[in-house]
């Protein structure tokens, strides 16, 4: 949340109230992992879907760098509702780097992501390829 007429942002209720916000906000995309994760655990169990642990870690990390980048540019920059650290003496400096650790989790967790895709084409590959026949007599 930002300012607003009953709880502007340099009150302590208008602090509280954007701490709550805020708070409520990070549940909310904790239990989005969750079901996320769950979902993806309960097809993998059923035989839908069989991903490797870096197909899905490489996601997560690529979600969580976005959230990263939108939160910081959307409410470090563009809002200025708060910064990564509002005590130091130069927050902008905080603000950029979240924004390159954010840029970082998503680089990384994409290619991640993509190890992990190539194993799983490779294990398709396998599983579908004909079984070779010995043509020697036994």
Same mark, same amino acid.
């Given at each position: 949340? !930002?300012?607003?007429?009953?709880?502007?942002?340099?009150?302590? *209720?208008?602090?509280? @109230? %954007? &701490?709550?916000?805020?708070?409520?906000?990070?549940? *909310?995309?904790?239990?989005?992992?969750?079901?996320?994760?769950? &979902?993806?655990?309960?097809?993998?169990?059923?035989?839908? +879907? *069989?991903?490797?642990?870096?197909?899905?870690?490489?996601?997560?990390?690529?979600?969580?760098?976005?959230? %990263?980048?939108?939160?910081?540019?959307?409410?470090?920059? +563009? +809002?200025?509702?708060?910064?990564?650290?509002?005590?130091?003496?130069?927050?902008?400096?905080?603000?950029?780097?979240?924004?390159?650790?954010?840029?970082?989790?998503? @680089?990384?967790?994409?290619?991640?992501?993509?190890?992990? +895709?190539?194993?799983?084409?490779?294990?398709?590959?396998?599983?579908?390829?004909?079984? !070779?026949?010995?043509?020697?007599?036994?």
């Amino acid at each position: 949340m !930002s300012h607003v007429e009953d709880y502007p942002t340099d009150t302590v *209720a208008g602090l509280e @109230v %954007n &701490t709550l916000a805020d708070g409520l906000f990070h549940v *909310a995309t904790w239990i989005f992992l969750l079901a996320g994760s769950i &979902t993806a655990i309960t097809a993998w169990r059923q035989g839908r +879907l *069989a991903p490797s642990w870096s197909f899905h870690v490489g996601l997560v990390l690529v979600g969580w760098g976005v959230f %990263n980048l939108v939160e910081g540019i959307v409410d470090h920059h +563009l +809002l200025g509702i708060h910064h990564v650290r509002d005590d130091a003496g130069s927050p902008s400096s905080w603000d950029v780097a979240f924004l390159v650790f954010g840029a970082l989790l998503v @680089v990384g967790g994409w290619l991640l992501h993509q190890c992990g +895709l190539a194993a799983m084409e490779r294990q398709r590959a396998e599983s579908s390829a004909p079984a !070779s026949v010995d043509p020697r007599p036994h």
